[in-house]
């Protein structure tokens, strides 16, 4: 076990799903040979296909103990590459932006497409990235012990003169945030920023986020936004528990506002968002979270003062970024 674990927390009402985190992260990390279709950080609608397509279906993470490896996602399901045809659509009169007809999928293909609830339809975003576990998947089924935990951070790492691009790790991870480069044979991955955070600069993804949804800091400091919003109020869950991964990227569920515009109601009682489908993201907690959530609101729009909305709102970054106590490599 690492001797800390750095974690982030998002708030999901807040994001504006407008990929500045992506691209931060894109321009930063991803941007090499082999890496056209590989985002470290994506931000997909909910519900939806994601990115790669439907990697919530395909398996991976544990059960009852034991790893449970799941599919390999195809080449198709990242998504396909392409440049806009900007010269006809825009001082050509053309209508097709699109290059040509046989593009079927890109990682954000359905974006704010949604679901239907009662004939309303309704979506939000999810931001992902890897989730740092503190049991992860991926390094469990590598058997070329390539996968670590560095154990100042507990942030997961591959090593790249290890590794021999067996894909056992993808297959594991129930997130399938790590990815194969075809042209180097190595898996690669999310890795937390961690030389901008040991020059003492948050991550690319939450420092241009203009949303402010992201908290950066250690789960077991308690000066950080971080410890006291995942085990002080208990208000950020982390994504499909029930692998068994125990992630350290938890989320703030999304909560407000009814669906009905009716604000003399509970949001439980008109959810905007269906209580089983967030169960199922998040696990049968968010129920209790979300009620709570409103709870504070309540308090908060009745003259009274909520230290956990105080918190979310997140205007200053020396709250939202706790990481002042990163080592130096």
């Not at 800390?4 to 991803?30: F, P, S």
């Not at 040991?198 to 000066?223: S, T």
């Not at 230290?307 to 002042?324: F, K, M, P, S, T």
Request: proline share 7%.
């Amino acid at each position: 076990m690492p001797e800390h674990q750095i974690a982030m927390v998002l708030d999901l009402n807040k994001c504006l799903g407008c990929q500045t985190c992506t691209m931060a992260c894109k321009k930063q990390w991803t941007d090499g040979e082999g890496m056209d279709t590989m985002y470290w950080n994506n931000v997909e609608t909910r519900p939806g296909q994601g990115y790669p397509r439907h990697w919530d279906r395909i398996g991976g993470g544990f059960e009852n103990g034991m790893p449970r490896p799941g599919e390999l996602p195809s080449r198709e399901d990242y998504g396909q590459t392409f440049e806009y045809n900007f010269q006809e659509r825009l001082f050509e009169g053309g209508s097709q932006a699109m290059p040509h007809e046989e593009v079927r999928n890109t990682p954000n293909w359905d974006e704010d497409v949604g679901a239907l609830t009662g004939g309303e339809n309704y979506y939000f975003y999810l931001p992902r990235l890897c989730n740092h576990c503190t049991n992860p998947a991926c390094l469990a089924a590598c058997p070329r012990k390539a996968i670590y935990k560095r154990p100042e951070d507990g942030i997961v790492l591959v090593d790249q003169t290890r590794c021999e691009g067996f894909r056992y790790c993808v297959r594991a991870c129930p997130y399938k945030k790590i990815y194969f480069n075809e042209l180097l044979g190595k898996a690669q991955k999310c890795i937390f920023c961690y030389p901008r955070l040991e020059k003492g600069e948050v991550n690319a993804c939450a420092r241009q986020c203009p949303g402010r949804l992201r908290f950066v800091g250690f789960l077991d400091d308690p000066a950080s936004a971080v410890h006291k919003l995942v085990k002080v109020h208990k208000v950020a869950l982390g994504l499909y528990p029930g692998k068994g991964t125990e992630p350290n990227v938890f989320y703030v569920p999304p909560f407000n506002p009814p669906r009905r515009g009716n604000y003399g109601k509970s949001v439980l009682d008109d959810p905007r968002m269906p209580m089983d489908y967030l169960a199922s993201l998040f696990g049968e907690e968010v129920v209790d979270v979300i009620r709570r959530l409103e709870g504070e609101l309540k308090k908060a729009q009745a003259g009274g003062a909520s230290e956990v909305l105080q918190l979310l709102v997140g205007r200053d970054a020396g709250v939202r970024y706790q990481i002042q106590g990163m080592k130096k490599a």
